[in-house]
């Protein structure tokens, strides 16, 4: 999953069956987030371990998501949680 396409590219890691257009790597992400996390230090190293990302490079694909229709259509209770969270988070600064 370390491949050098750039997954914000359309059509980036398409994959056949999938009618929302998202590639495996952005429905990885979106997956990911679904879970609960003990710690952050725990998501992190699985970040690292299943999807071969830096911390860095999951928060940047995760952010482009929330602002992706597709994304909110693969995965719409997700997307909208995560963009109240980051709403919220923007508002307290």
């Keep these: 999953m370390t491949g050098t396409t750039d997954a914000s590219a359309p059509g980036a890691d398409d994959a056949p069956g999938d009618d929302t257009g998202l590639?495996?790597?952005?429905?990885?992400v979106l997956a990911f987030e679904r879970r609960s996390w003990p710690g952050p230090g725990a998501k992190e190293r699985a970040v690292r371990e299943r999807?071969?990302?830096?911390?860095?490079?999951?928060?940047?694909l995760l952010?482009?998501?929330l602002d992706d229709p597709r994304a909110l259509a693969h995965d719409p209770v997700t997307v909208n949680r995560l963009r109240?969270?980051?709403a919220e988070k923007e508002q307290r600064r």
């Design 23 to 28: 590639g495996e790597r952005e429905r990885a």
């Design 51 to 60: 999807l071969g990302l830096s911390a860095t490079r999951y928060y940047q």
């Design 63 to 65: 952010n482009a998501l």
């Design 84 to 86: 109240r969270v980051r």
